[in-house]
């Protein structure tokens, strides 16, 4: 980004990932995260990692069995509802980003977006229901300004 423009994430949404059904966290200037062992603080870690990764669609990079939550032993990740991972990001002052940064952003996250939907379709071709994450980045629009 050009210097003097910054980005902040403002929420995480997180769907069906591991141990988390449904969360939404608003992030502030400092955020910390304080819970009990196995309450899913690396967990929320990890999908802000996810989805700000840039390696999508290599080798170890995309989600295992295990990374969809399931209710209880006896359920089935194949069967269970997808993953889905959103950032939501704001300018640090209104009218900071430029529109045509913000058009380029957009841009950007739909190809990324269109091409991990196409790797997801062909790498899990015929092995029964699909369980593709959702991976989204919300953020200002000059429509939203």
Request: glycine content about 8%.
């Amino acid at each position: 980004m050009p210097v003097g423009i910054h980005m902040k994430i403002t929420k995480l949404i997180i769907n069906n990932f591991r141990s988390i059904k449904n969360a939404e966290i608003v992030l502030d200037d400092i955020t910390v995260l304080i819970g009990a062992n196995n309450a899913g603080k690396t967990a929320v870690l990890d999908a802000l990692r996810i989805a700000l990764t840039r390696r999508w669609g290599m080798k170890g990079t995309g989600f295992l069995e295990y990374d969809v939550h399931c209710p209880t032993e006896a359920s089935d990740p194949k069967t269970e509802p997808a993953v889905s991972i959103q950032i939501e990001t704001a300018e640090a002052t209104q009218g900071e980003w430029p529109d045509e940064l913000v058009q380029d952003l957009e841009n950007v996250l739909r190809s990324l977006l269109a091409i991990l939907a196409g790797f997801l379709s062909r790498r899990f071709a015929g092995r029964g229901r699909r369980v593709f994450p959702e991976v989204s980045v919300l953020g200002a629009s000059p429509q939203s300004r």
